[in-house]
């Protein structure tokens, strides 16, 4: 990472000490927000990106039952959920979800997170292998359900996925009294009486006007605080400082809450900031060869220039719906164009990003979750944690940059895992265009050491007969 993301995360490092008279920062409910609105569309130029030969084996498909029994799978467990000690409740409530067995992520972490007295946790695992309900049992085991009072925290970076770990909240805990809480824009008004649900979950921003300026949530019983995606929630703007200022209000409120921290992603320097964020932490971490999925199948697609990415896209459609699909764009206004030009010829996609309203967003995302739209257009707001089993593409029409502009191997592990959740399969195509935009391919596939296979765009038959083996397979 650049030395000024280093001098950064030092500024904040420093910024969280002494820990009991900061002031909180006065903060805006604004939502996080990770896509890019504003900056300048790159200019194309430099010449063809290289030839890279096929090679696509058809490969037989494994079932959930052979991943769980593998024990290089990160599905892999030696333990059952009885052997958890969760509250029969609880168990009752995993069951209910389908769940037979627990992942390697959930039978490494409950344990420790469990155990008394309560230790902070920073947990790495890849996408889709359910941390949530790593971080979602701590949370339910440790609420007194008697006690009517916010006693669980947790954060997330998109009001998306705030709505997705309640569901999956409330969903373990159908056979507990628990009640929880969304925390997000437009969720409280002013003069509403103080919240008595056990367990609130959504966007810091937000989470933190409810303490101190509706003075509706109330922390000082909070017994566990989650931050998911937690290296996205310490290392960006105003979301870290946002986070670190919650830390601050509940450590300064409650008694010895314990931290919590999970994602598949995190580089280096977040981890330094992480261990001083959840001091004494117990650590789960993965080695880099274990970062990416084989189950995701990694295409690139060399186009002549953005007008051919367009038509390479709209090509792409009848693929596209197979499953339910997921195309990321760096620009808000880019998402919405696309979307109108694909509809204007009729094809059935949507664009969501943080500018629409929150009704709106609540909507797109509600219709996308059910199968009714299958084609989704997105900015990065959307790249963390969404979990829709039935998307079994993703395509990067604009490759991940980060804020000064280079390429983004974190982000783009987290958008491709959108797709092969939990031992699917799934399928990622990257569009490039340039010299610069196949540099940041090569940039990305070298940080993350899978190969990134070829597609020839001008050949539409071979290009639909080679992404549909690897769906297939
Ligand atoms: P992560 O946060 O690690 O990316 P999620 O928590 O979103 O992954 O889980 C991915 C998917 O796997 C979800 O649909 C979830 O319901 C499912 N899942 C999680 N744990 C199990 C399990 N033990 N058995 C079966 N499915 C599971
Ligand atoms: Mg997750």
Redesign the pocket.
């Known amino acids: 990472m650049a030395s000024d993301a280093v001098a950064s995360l030092a500024s904040r490092l420093s910024a969280m000490e002494p820990k009991s008279e900061e002031q909180p920062e006065a903060s805006t409910s604004a939502q996080p927000e990770q896509d890019a609105p504003e900056q300048p569309a790159e200019e194309a130029a430099g010449p063809q990106a290289s030839n890279l030969l096929e090679n696509l084996s058809h490969e037989v498909q494994v079932t959930?039952a052979d991943q769980q029994a593998d024990p290089n799978s990160p599905l892999y467990s030696a333990k059952s959920f009885e052997d958890l000690n969760l509250h029969p409740n609880l168990l009752k409530g995993v069951y209910k979800?389908?769940?037979?067995?627990?992942?390697k992520?959930?039978e490494k972490a409950l344990p420790l997170l469990l155990q008394n007295p309560a230790r902070n946790m920073i947990g790495q695992?890849?996408?889709?292998?359910?941390?949530?309900?790593a971080f979602a049992l701590t949370m339910l085991s440790r609420v007194d359900m008697d006690l009517k009072a916010p006693q669980a925290i947790c954060i997330a970076p998109s009001r998306e996925l705030a709505i997705q770990i309640l569901n999956?909240v409330q969903c373990m805990g159908q056979y507990t009294p628990v009640e929880c809480f969304f925390a997000g824009k437009d969720s409280y008004q002013k003069g509403m009486p103080k919240l008595t649900q056990q367990i609130i979950i959504g966007t810091p921003g937000t989470m933190i006007d409810m303490v101190t300026k509706a003075r509706v949530l109330d922390l000082k019983e909070v017994k566990v605080f989650v931050l998911?995606e937690a290296d996205n929630m310490l290392d960006s703007g105003s979301m870290g400082d946002q986070s670190i200022s919650l830390k601050n209000l509940i450590t300064k409120m409650a008694k010895q809450p314990q931290i919590v921290l999970?994602s598949?992603t995190f580089a280096d320097v977040v981890r330094t900031f992480a261990v001083r964020f959840a001091p004494g932490a117990n650590e789960i971490r993965l080695k880099q060869e274990e970062l990416s999925l084989d189950a995701i199948k990694q295409f690139f697609m060399d186009c002549d220039n953005e007008q051919h990415k367009y038509e390479v896209l709209v090509e792409l459609y009848n693929l596209l719906t197979i499953g339910q699909s997921i195309i990321f764009v760096k620009r808000r206004d880019t998402a919405d164009e696309i979307a109108r030009r694909m509809t204007n010829e009729g094809h059935k996609v949507t664009s969501l990003h943080g500018k629409l309203e929150t009704a709106e967003r609540d909507q797109i995302m509600e219709s996308f979750r059910d199968g009714k739209t299958k084609v989704l257009i997105t900015t990065n707001v959307i790249a963390r944690?969404i979990?829709i089993?039935q998307v079994n593409m993703v395509v990067n029409y604009d490759l991940p940059l980060d804020g000064q502009g280079r390429p983004d191997p974190e982000t783009y592990l987290h958008r491709i895992?959108r797709t092969g959740?939990?031992g699917r399969q799934g399928v990622s195509i990257n569009f490039v265009h340039d010299r610069r935009s196949f540099e940041h391919m090569e940039a990305i596939r070298l940080a993350l050491g899978k190969p990134i296979v070829r597609v020839d765009t001008s050949d539409f038959e071979q290009m639909e007969a080679t992404l549909k083996a690897a769906l297939k397979a």
């Open positions: 959930l979800m389908g769940f037979q067995k627990p992942s992520i959930q695992s890849q996408s889709g292998t359910g941390k949530t309900a999956v998911d999970f598949a944690g979990d089993s895992g959740r939990f």
